[in-house]
């Protein structure tokens, strides 16, 4: 047993010794045995009142010397504590796992376990079986809607792509830096980077950054969603102030599972889950593809003619066309076009059910030495998109060895392997044709015999079909994280553990582009292929003293130093100009461009943890690191930031005797954090010129990027206060934080006007402060041992503003566009900048003599577009709130699960929704070539306003692609993103089959049910990858996904 | 206790011999970067002349559009434009390095290599200038020290150039013994003939001198021009070019014909372009030459046919005469190959700007007939300066009665057409349109885009580039004070 663990035992023994009993003594013998009926090792038995007892040995097996009437204590870290009083010579005992929150141990920083009780902050720990991970191919994704604070995205529905994560909103306001929390790993943190790398080609692409390219992965998506034993999640600065610098934004401990006492145990699951798209925008269906102007058809489908189709007009893009209950249409010469045949055909054809096979096996056991654990996972799974896929293989071998009495050795060995093939976003991909394309023709006719591109628009845009097969980006990842880690206790009150920790992976990437689709087009086609290889070493050492002075009061230390060091070697080589159209091979293209880039933090921390508990009901904790950061400049590298906290448990003091009021505990915490900058980024250098060697001559400029030279480190000062309240013999739980932290000296990239001779300087630059509240409620509406039924409910919400900035800084700005994402001083973060429509003094839409809506930015100059600084907040991307609800249930072999999200508010702009809209493809625009008059006010000629009755035919031109009038307007553009989505839908039956523990038949289903008033998809899915920092913006990317899942798990 | 300390005191030895020495942590530079010490001129000066060449590139994307030489596909007219890549180039790739040379040219006393410098800062400037109108310079690219730069008027831009490009010939004139000078592979235009930097100093003071007719009077402005092309190019071989290579090919040819061939957006010949060289708005009367020899090298037709059709601009996709348009890029045309050069003055320019200035100098106006000898002569020399350039016989051409009119029948339409013609791709053409204010005298022909009445600005020409969005957005107040709408004129106009 550990020690931290001892003064609860005391405290028992201490109890019990009040009532000790004297009687006949006999042999007693059975077994402990859990929920599933397998034995439990290793359990205490002790009997009450008396100093005496055992523990069951690895069958579950135990054998004790009691009187019948004793009462035995049966306890077991993770089960409730049992009582049962003797009566007769065996007695077996079934133990429940442990849902009450009272006596949990939680796993805090550098995996020390802590009871909540004497924790001044908020942890919130989940254990895999009360969330869904089957049929994930995330572990963390898993979490989502589950913890109070935090809040999981997934950026795509490319099987394997990026997940978001964000815990109590962002914290750092740099536009280039990401807000993701530290992903720790049985103690250990592991890289969670999404790297974008470069793969833009040199000319004819119109994307800001390669992160809207691909739905990249976030490297937690590594670990195997079945190995893990439990999560943690450190919210506040408080919880991770040990971790320092990379833990500004919150941590995930991940505990993973280990071999117990017991006979080997063998666990095997096969499922199967079968993805659809989710949602998709509203088409409009009755009219065909024709110009805008003339409605003269640019393409008819035709197979007599050379390409399959006539043209009888020159332009076929737009879906401004005849209705398709029109058979034909006279040319303005007189000719007659034959339309008979036309129909409407769903673009959305092109979506297909993506198929999900997982096979798990895991392998477990203990001796009194030796413990071990084996599992491998292999997954492939075919997307929702042709010719796209995800393959992921892992294997862990997590083992320990207890080398003397003393001295406890333990390793493990992760290794997984990723390939999967891509489909692009964002510019010029698949989805932005897609938006653009007219349903008048059928989505997967494609390619003629030949192999080349069919295509009605004679190449304005791309067949999205055709890009899905000819172009994507594959990639191949192979990842080792192996570790060791020694346990030293050489007296009661001291320990030491020293770990160590190499992460290394390797990954491979191919991006093939062909000469026919619109990127490549401006180079011929071009290939990149990237070569990324990280490798990450830890070294930790903790110590740890604990003293009891007196009775009541007694004090744990931890020092600790740690060293890390982080090393991204990426490199790439982009060739342009194919000679050969179809061949992914650098030796087809003609001229080629080649990068390397090294990126190297290395950072110590030497820290310190002194925690005072005082009749085990008031504890005081507090913490202090020294860092020294690598990227800092050399005079500012080293500071210092302490932290307090402090929890008591008032029940035991002011409601000693209530029986309903089980449980009460407020805490308070007051942390600091401090941060540094990104790699590189102090100081001004000269690069070597991308476009050189140039016909014989190298060349190099002056980076247009500089760093001030005496950057301080960025400061975080939260303040947390919150309390946990059990009620009813802990049936009912309330956990509630309220956080505000106050973030100064931000650092961050500062774009500057070019004009400067610098796009942007890094420096201390403004501070910000974010707040927000917390809120879970758990219950156990029924207890029983057949029947188990508990209902838990979460509610945040995270705030962030600008609170300062420097003078010659007037706003942030994050992404630009028809909506900006900008902050200014006074701004909450997240929020929106667009054009708005002008309104008259009472509010109405303003209608100009034309009948049209007047847009604000629009000024008399007559241009509005120069510039965002005539925009006016016009929304936030974040929402106010966001909460769940859920339940899980037993009854005897049957478990049922269910999770409902309910994210509230949060505006986003739909990146393809205004190419749709101007090429006349969505559902808004069947109402056409009608009159409308506008909802508004006109001039009444005499100074004032009246509703209007200007009628307006509504077209194409006059209407839905005019920018001056409509479609730059945010009331067009920005929509609210809200949703309530089922989350999850499960259920499990347990049979009971001789020779196995058990074997289990499952099902279940993800985002089923998605309630939203945003038309377009999912909106949930970001436009930009994991790991950036632009919220608000959506589309253009591979839509999310709705799952089945079906399976069996075998144990024994 | 005692135990404790001594564990304390393990633990400080661990954490010590884990170093936190300082070149442990010395690892945030970039692997690539290159201290400015260890840098040559040369090594700074290609890349400063591929960004000078970009930049009128960018600019020339959506003036050439304006001027009509090209139209988008479809015949579609370029709207409002900021020509950020311009700007991108001008101060961030440009300006900022050539103060870096400059800066190394006056250490060692290398007073050419200071005056390539400064003729490279005085095409930058004139290129923003003639954008925009008022831009950044007297206080731009101070990097830190200056983070909104107040704008500087184009007088005094114009004034800078003058001075600069006049620096920069009194050094090319004087001596420099510092042993330092551009070598021939960094220096991408001249490869080192320093004589050829020169005469390009006087040329580009003559154009734009030439550009202030309207603020300067006619004649004084023409005059100055004069005397400053005296000492300008004298042969093609002259010519301020950058010439691609099949490794780093021409972006024209990327964007005009490699995206045709495959089927992509690119844009196709204007129908005004044509219209100058097939006989329609000006009628070759010797019956030898019914259209010029240059338009095969500019221009082809869908269906290799001789009838080229240009694009109407605005015209969705018509022709002049009503019927389809048919004329795109030459697929390997001078201008339109991998390795074709980017022009941004010519010893034909050069001809063009004597005989422009002459005509002026003599008191022409934008109708009256008639210049000097010099003139007319500057004016058939440059028709046969650019045709040789590009590879065409001109003796036909010049045969012409409607080109070789006489020096007494000459008139400034025919020097801008033949100027307009031989500047294909070339954004000065915008500076002429701009300059003469669109006159169908001086261009006859030239016409609003078709689809104009349905736009922003119906009857109005676009005069300008809007500042780009980044300088609006971080440098508000100066952009505020400066920007004016796109259809207003520039200073000089």
């Known amino acids: 047993m550990k020690k931290k663990y001892r003064f609860l035992f005391l405290l028992m023994v201490f109890i019990s010794a009040t009532q000790l009993l004297f009687a006949q003594v006999q042999t007693v013998t059975g077994v402990v045995s859990d929920a599933s009926g397998a034995g439990l090792p290793g359990v205490n038995i002790r009997i009450k009142g008396t100093t005496s007892g055992t523990t069951s040995d690895l069958n579950g097996k135990f054998k004790i010397q009691a009187s019948n009437g004793n009462v035995l204590v049966f306890s077991f870290v993770g089960y409730d504590t049992k009582e049962v009083k003797v009566s007769g010579s065996t007695l077996n005992v079934t133990l429940q796992e442990s849902v009450s929150k009272l006596n949990e141990v939680v796993v805090t920083a550098f995996g020390i376990k802590k009871e909540t009780k004497a924790l001044g902050y908020s942890v919130t720990q989940i254990k895999p079986k009360d969330i869904d991970v089957v049929g994930q191919t995330s572990a963390v994704q898993a979490l989502q809607g589950k913890v109070a604070g935090l809040q999981i995205s997934q950026t795509g529905g490319s099987a394997g792509g990026g997940v978001d994560i964000l815990i109590r909103g962002i914290t750092s306001i740099d536009p280039g830096r990401n807000n993701q929390p530290l992903i720790i ?88 889950t079968f993805r659809d798209v989710v949602k998709t925008p509203s088409l409009q269906t009755t009219f065909r593809e024709g110009n805008r102007t003339t409605k003269i058809p640019g393409a008819v489908i035709d197979p007599s003619q050379p390409d399959g189709y006539l043209h009888p007009g020159s332009f076929a893009f737009y879906s401004w066309g005849v209705p398709f209950t029109d058979d034909s249409f006279t040319m303005p010469d007189g000719s007659v076009i034959d339309l008979s045949h036309d129909a409407f055909h769903s673009p959305y054809e092109l979506f297909k059910t993506g198929v999900n096979n997982q096979l798990n096996f895991n392998i477990s056991g203990a001796s009194d030495k030796f413990n071990y654990f084996f599992s491998s996972n292999w997954t492939r799974d075919n997307g929702i998109l042709p010719n796209t896929k995800f393959d992921k293989k892992t294997f862990r071998v997590n083992a320990g060895y207890k080398i003397l009495k003393n001295l406890q050795f333990n390793t493990s060995i992760a290794y997984t392997r990723t390939n999967s093939v891509r489909a692009n976003g964002g510019d010029k991909s698949v989805f932005s044709s897609l938006s653009y394309w007219s349903s008048t023709f059928p989505i997967n006719d494609y390619e003629y015999p030949d192999g080349t591109q069919k295509n009605y628009t004679r190449g304005i845009i791309d067949n999205p079909r055709y890009f899905l097969e000819k172009s994507n980006q594959k990639s191949n990842l192979n990842r080792w994280i192996a570790n060791a880690k020694l346990k030293w206790d050489p007296y009661k009150w001291m320990s030491a553990t020293y770990s160590f920790q190499v992460d290394n992976y390797s990954e491979m990437r191919n991006r093939f582009v062909p000469p026919d689709l619109d990127v490549g087009t401006h180079v011929h086609g071009f290939i990149v292929d990237e070569n990324i290889n990280y490798t990450g070493l830890e070294s930790d050492l903790l110590v740890h003293f604990n003293h009891d002075w007196t009775k009541d009061f007694n004090t744990n230390l931890t020092i600790g130093n740690q060293v890390t060091e982080t090393q ?66 050399d005079g500012n590298r080293s500071f210092f930031y302490p932290s307090v906290s402090a929890s008591y448990v008032f029940t035991q003091d002011l409601f000693k005797h209530s029986s309903a009021f089980t449980f009460g505990k407020i805490r308070i915490s007051w942390a600091q954090v401090g941060k540094g900058p990104r790699f590189g980024k102090v100081g001004h250098y000269f690069i070597s010129e991308p476009n050189f060697p140039f016909n014989g001559a190298g060349g190099y400029r002056a980076s247009t990027a500089s760093g001030d030279m005496n950057i301080q480190p960025e400061k975080d000062n939260s303040f947390e206060v919150g309390t946990n309240l059990h009620f009813f013999e802990n049936r009912l739980r309330i956990d509630y934080s309220y956080y505000n932290t106050n973030v100064t000296n931000q650092i961050f990239t500062v774009g500057t006007a070019y004009s400067s001779g610098l796009s942007g300087v890094t420096r201390n630059a403004g501070d910000y402060k974010t707040w927000g509240h917390e809120i879970l409620v758990s219950g156990d509406i029924i207890r029983s041992d057949n029947v188990r ?40 973060i997240g929020s929106l900048y667009g054009w708005v429509f002008q309104t008259t003094p009472d509010g109405s839409r303003y209608v100009g003599s034309d009948g049209k809506w007047v847009i604000t930015g629009s000024d008399n100059k007559g241009y509005f577009y120069t510039g965002t600084n005539q925009m006016v907040k016009v929304g936030n991307a974040f929402p106010d709130f966001v909460s769940s609800i859920g339940t899980n249930f037993t009854w005897k072999n049957l478990s049922f699960n269910f999770l409902v999200e309910w994210k509230k508010g949060g505006d986003v702009y739909d990146k393809g929704y205004r190419n749709a809209l101007r090429n006349g493809n969505l559902l808004e625009t069947q109402f056409r070539d009608q009159e409308r008059v506008l909802e508004g006010e006109r001039d009444d000629g005499n100074g004032g306003y009246v509703k209007n009755d200007i009628p307006l035919m509504i077209t194409a031109n006059s209407y839905y692609r005019d920018w001056n009038n409509y479609n730059s307007a945010a009331e067009v553009l920005l929509k609210d993103a809200s949703w309530v989505k089922l989350r999850n839908i499960g259920i499990t039956y347990r049979f009971k089959v001789k020779h196995m523990r058990s074997f289990d038949v499952f099902a279940s289903a993800h985002n089923i049910i998605l309630w939203t008033p945003f038309d377009g998809f999912d909106p949930e899915a970001n436009y930009f990858g994991a790991g950036t920092n632009i919220y608000g913006f959506t589309g253009l990317t591979v839509p999310l996904s709705q799952s089945y899942t079906f399976g069996v798990k075998f144990q024994f | 206790m005692k135990n404790i300390l001594k564990s304390v005191v393990v633990v400080l030895l661990i954490t010590l011999i884990s170093g936190c020495g300082k070149d442990f942590f010395d690892v945030n530079v970039p692997n690539t970067a290159v201290d400015a010490s260890k840098l040559s001129m040369n090594d700074l000066l290609g890349p400063v002349i591929f960004h000078t060449i970009y930049g009128q590139y960018s600019a020339e994307r959506s003036f050439g559009n304006y001027a009509q030489n090209f139209v988008g596909q479809g ?67 101070q990097a830190s020290n200056n983070f909104t730069p107040a704008f500087d008027t184009q007088e005094s831009i114009y004034t800078a150039i003058f001075s600069l490009l006049d620096n920069a010939i009194a050094e090319l004139e004087g001596p420099d013994n510092s042993g330092y000078a551009p070598n021939s592979s960094s220096d991408l235009i001249y490869h080192g003939d320093l004589t050829k930097w020169l005469k390009a100093a006087y040329t580009l003071k003559a154009r734009y001198k030439l550009h202030l007719i309207n603020k300067e009077g006619a004649a004084k402005a023409a005059n ?219 261009f006859p022909g030239l016409a609003l885009p078709a689809d104009n009445d349905q736009g922003e600005f119906p009857g109005k020409w676009f005069n300008r580039a809007q500042y780009p969005s980044t300088e609006a957005q971080r440098n508000p107040d100066n952009v505020t004070a400066n920007q004016k709408s796109p259809v207003d004129p520039v200073w000089w106009q």
Request: glycine share 10%; aromatic share 10%; charged share 20%.
């Open chain 1, 568 to 633: 991204r070697n990426y490199n790439y080589i982009r060739g342009e100009n194919l000679n050969v159209p179809g061949v992914d091979d650098l030796s087809n293209t003609i001229n080629t461009f080649a990068g390397t880039s090294l990126t190297r933090l290395r950072n110590v921390g030497l820290f310190y943890s002194l925690q005072f508990g005082f009749k085990n009901k008031l504890f005081v904790n507090t913490t202090g690191r020294n860092d020294w950061v690598s990227t800092l400049p």
């Open chain 2, 224 to 442: 100055e021009a004069l005397a400053a092309i005296a000492k300008g190019f004298t042969s093609n071989s002259d010519d301020f070019q950058m010439t691609f290579t099949e490794k780093t090919i021409n972006p024209w040819y990327s964007l005009e014909v490699l995206a045709k061939h495959t089927g992509n957006y690119h844009d196709v010949i204007c129908d005004h372009l044509v219209s100058y060289m097939d006989g329609t708005s000006f009628p070759f009367t010797g019956g030898v030459v019914t259209r010029d020899p240059r338009l095969p090298v500019y221009a082809q037709t869908d269906d290799g046919s001789d009838n080229y059709k240009g694009y109407v601009s605005g015209g969705q996709g018509v022709s002049g005469d009503g019927t389809s348009a048919n004329t795109d890029f030459k697929e390997e045309g001078y201008y339109t190959n991998q390795a074709s050069p980017i022009v941004v003055i010519s010893y034909a320019e050069a001809l063009f700007i004597k005989a422009e200035a002459e005509f002026l100098a003599n008191g022409g106006t934008t109708t009256s007939v008639g210049t000097t000898q010099s003139g007319y002569d500057a004016y058939l020399a440059g028709i046969k300066a650019n045709m040789a350039k590009l590879g065409v016989s001109s003796s036909d051409y010049l045969a012409d009665p409607s080109v070789s009119m006489g020096a007494a029948n000459l008139k400034l339409q025919n020097i801008m057409k033949e100027k307009y013609i031989a500047n294909f791709l070339n954004p000065e053409t915008y500076v002429d349109l701009r300059k003469y204010n669109y006159s169908t005298d001086v």
């Open chain 1, 789 to 828: 039924w508990e209902v838990y409910i979460n509610w945040s919400t995270t705030h962030g503003k600008v609170v300062a900035l420097p003078e010659d800084l007037k706003e942030i700005v994050f992404f630009g566009d028809r909506i900006t994402a900008k902050a200014k001083v006074g701004d909450e």
């Open chain 1, 185 to 272: 790993v049985d103690g250990l943190p592991v890289d969670n980077t999404t790297f974008a790398g470069n793969v833009l080609p040199s000319s004819g692409s119109n994307a800001t950054g390669s992160n809207e390219q691909f739905n990249f992965s976030n490297r937690a998506g590594d670990l195997n969603p079945d190995d893990i034993a439990s999560y943690s999640v450190l919210k506040g600065a408080a919880a991770t102030a040990l971790y320092g610098v990379r833990a500004a934004n919150g941590a995930i401990v991940i505990t993973t599972k280990k071999g117990k006492k017991g006979k080997p145990k063998v666990n095997l699951t096969l499922n199967t």
């Open chain 2, 75 to 141: 015949g579609s007219a370029a709207g409002v434009t900021s020509v950020s890549g311009t700007w991108s180039d001008i101060y961030l790739y440009t300006l900022p390095d050539l103060k870096v040379i400059r800066d190394k040219a006056e250490e060692v006393g290398a007073k050419h290599f200071d005056a390539v410098a400064q003729i490279l800062i005085a095409i930058n400037l004139g290129i923003g200038t003639d954008s925009y109108e008022n831009i950044p310079y007297s206080e731009a690219t």
